[in-house]
């Protein structure tokens, strides 16, 4: 026993060690903790997930969850790629430019963002004093709906997808275009054909972590969406506030991890966790 | 400083438990000497030069410096300079920081410190770059911080591993002139890793060449280049040709389509297999009706290649391959295709091993 | 010859760029404003949000809440992540896989579900609404950011620096200490920001798990949204940004300056 230990103190155990322990005590315990009490609160049993799954309003919220993610992960997508493409293929000033504000952005708080969005939206906002002076009237409700949700989480979330897509597309060398072109390929085709193949990876990366991240939001929907089209994680923190349904809010909490670890798996088994950072 | 002395013995080192790096290594250095370590890429050398600096441990086998056994002495104990081949500067101190370094460690007094670091940068002429960061140098003052570095703490041996390699050709030239210069005038013991021929017949005193972990020859680098031991090492150091046969009475040796060819050997046993190496160089070109091929070979050129002070013909003479190499000559012409007589003198012809 | 019009794409990037940066025209504007509440274009401008942000002990406590809770959470981090990445880059041992898996899960993990967590297993503890227990949370979510930045450092660092070291006489120790450290530091300094940055803007679990003397600042922020017209939030927001602004701006300022820097020889 003695010696065992010292011989563990002499190896890189004692490097990771004090790491790993303080992880096992304040994450994985807790977070072993939730499924406990989704099992066991107030009854022992799957109660909860029958109670959560035979709700249709729960469900909704879950489906709910996933259509806003998916919406917000294409849009984000769809005007993240334009950015990283001009800042990695031109670099240059303006590609440097495009960086800055994208790195500004993504180091501001969500909430001062989110923040912003509500002013702009809002009833006294210049969104709405545009539309007053162009006729409508009177103006529609922005703030508080689907629609202001999921377009401030597009907003959010840009930087970050722009930032995944550059991380690889600053590694796609800019002869393989000028080769293609050499070979007779229009820039359209020798985009199709080289360029976006070759992006994919970078693609999958930010699609990914954004669809994840976008399944647990809490904080933007909250503030800007609907009281009536929740998501997932605005649900678990009324049944924790408001029911003190501990039970409940674990289950749904475990389907949430659910979802989010298995999607990461799933996808870790095809691209490998480790290459996400280089 | 007090040049020193090492001995290998027997020395053996394996990473893998299965194939060894360094392969019964046995070597002898004397004090002051400029020996070089010779050999392609992947044959021991670093590793090697790494047990005598300390940075891995030996699988067996004994390391003598002064004649005491130093495997059980850490690296920061051993007093050897080291000069590394990515240099391994210090990023974040200056120059005088770098060459300090292990003059702090020693706990010098600041006046004795700043005089033997202005003595160093003055040896490798770097005394006005005392101030700059390592990352503000060009490649060949950086790799003279680092051998000032490696002189400051007078180690009386120093090892480098292929400190010149990242160097262009022109400064290439120059280091070596400066290191040996600095190796006069220090008196040190140095071993000087490299794979470049040329300079290692250059400047050391003695080459040991390695193949596959083991020392296939130690000798000057007379010796290495005209007494070869072995076929991988007349194959390795300078351009050769190698001949094939069977020794016959005398020291001549029977070479199958090319005849016989005279040797200087006196020791070869009639019937046994003899490896011939000739150089390129010994061959004169002559021509024909001149007579004057004795042996009545002849070169059919197949290709010419003109490095300028020097021409190669290379082709086949008697169903043998040959490389024959003949100072240039505006009026020469030899060309692709043509015969040509060759002769030599036989005090130049080689038995490998011999 | 190669050439490709890059007019059309680049003017689409600059509008999608203004696009993300225009939250910023709003808000700091705003900060300034006279309104009683959220309206845009202000009636008119004053610093009076600004004076209340940094008087008003509703607003300075959790802005010193979040700065003590930040720079705990930087040395707790740090001091358990940094040997963890020495072992992982320079070791091999058994169960090296799981240990990366751990260290990367709280990235994943959602931030609403650890609320759920921390809410029952530190009231438990009696940690909810003290300093501990958010910086004991912070810690764990920070840990995979220390981690991927202090490993890939590491795995960048020359070991021939430290080999030159020993080979010039220093001890283990020594070495540490002049070398291996100070070639590290900025990756050090950079972890630690980005840590404290986390820790900083942290909203979910502070707002479960902080409370009346440990409210942080974006709790504080994120319930007089919910209050709605606090115009002091726009100050606030206003001073956050700013200071991304400095954190993002002082480092690439300060290269630029060092490769200017003047080195003449002393001749
Ligand atoms: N740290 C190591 N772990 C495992 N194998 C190693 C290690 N270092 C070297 N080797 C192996 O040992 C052998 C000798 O390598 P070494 O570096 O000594 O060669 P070298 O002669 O210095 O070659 P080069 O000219 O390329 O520097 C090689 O086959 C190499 O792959
Ligand atoms: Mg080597």
Known sequence: MGSSVSRLLRGPAVLYLPAALFLLVFFLVPLFNVAWMSFTEPDTGVGNYIAFFSSSFDVGVLLNTFKTAAIVTLTSLIFAYPVAYVAARYGGAFGSFLLIVVTLSFWTSFLVRTYAWMVILGVKGPITAALVMLGWSPPPQILFTTFASTFAMTHLLMPFMILTLYAVMRRIDATYMRAAAGLGAKPLKAFTSIYLPLSLPGIANGSVLVFITCLGFYVTPVLLGSPRDKMIAGRIGDEIEQMLNFGGASAMAMVLLVATLGLFALYSRFFGLDKLWK | ?354 | MYSEKTFPIKLVAGLIALFIAAPMFIVIPMSFSTAPSLEFPPPGYWLGYYQRFFTDRNWTLPLFNSIVIGLGTTVLTLALAAPAAFALVRHDFRGKALLNLVLMMPLVVPHIVMALAYYSYFGALRLVQSYTGLILAHTCLSMPVAILILTAALKTFDRNLERAAANLGSRPLTTFRLVTLPVLKPAFLVAGLFVFIHSFDETVIALFISGRDTTTLPRQMFNSFLMQADPVLSAASSVLFTAVLIAVAVPAVMRAMRRRRPTPGRA
Do not use: C
């Not at chain 2, 770098?98 to 770097?126: C, E, F, S, T």
């Not at chain 2, 290649?305 to 490389?323: C, F, H, P, T």
């Open chain 2, 1 to 354: 400083m007090q040049p020193r002395s090492l001995i290998l013995t027997d020395l053996v080192k394996s990473y893998d438990r299965r194939t060894n790096a360094v392969d019964h290594i046995d070597l002898r250095i004397e004090a002051g000497e400029f020996v070089s370590f010779l050999g392609p890429s992947g044959s021991g050398k670093t590793t090697t030069l790494m047990m005598i600096a300390g940075f891995e441990q030996p699988t067996a086998g004994e390391i003598k410096l002064d004649g005491r056994a130093i495997e059980q002495v850490p690296p920061y104990d051993r007093n050897i300079g080291m000069v590394f081949q990515n240099y391994a500067l210090f990023p974040h101190m200056t120059v005088r920081g770098n060459v300090g370094y292990p003059l702090r460690i020693r706990h010098m007094a600041k006046d004795v410190m700043r005089q033997r670091v202005d003595k160093a940068l003055a040896m490798v002429g770097l005394s006005t770059f005392g101030e700059r960061y390592p990352a503000e140098l060009s490649g060949g003052q950086q790799q003279r911080v680092a051998l000032a570095r490696a002189l400051v703490f007078e180690p009386g041996l120093i090892l480098l591993d292929e400190p010149l390699g990242a160097l262009d050709k022109n400064l290439r030239e120059h280091m070596q002139v400066e290191l040996k210069r600095i190796h006069k005038e220090l008196g040190v013991t140095m071993i000087y890793v490299t794979h470049d021929q040329t300079e290692a017949m250059t400047m050391s005193d003695r080459i040991a060449v390695f193949n596959a972990g083991r020392i296939e020859h130690l000798g000057t680098p007379t010796e290495v280049y005209f007494k070869p031991r072995t076929r991988f090492v007349a194959s390795f150091v300078g351009d050769s040709n190698l001949l094939e046969g069977t020794a016959g009475k005398g020291g001549v040796v029977e070479i199958p389509g090319f005849g016989p060819v005279a040797t200087a050997a006196t020791d070869l046993a009639p019937g046994a297999p003899a490896l011939l190496l000739m150089r390129p160089e010994i061959f004169e070109v002559v021509a024909d009706g001149e007579g004057a091929s004795v042996t009545g070979n002849h070169l059919e050129v197949a290709d010419v290649v003109n490095y300028g002070d020097s021409l190669l013909l290379i082709g086949k003479a008697g169903g043998q391959a040959l490389r024959v190499r003949v100072p240039s000559r505006v009026a020469a012409g030899y060309e692709a295709g043509g015969r040509y007589g060759i002769r030599w003198n036989p005090a130049n012809v080689q038995v490998v091993g011999g």
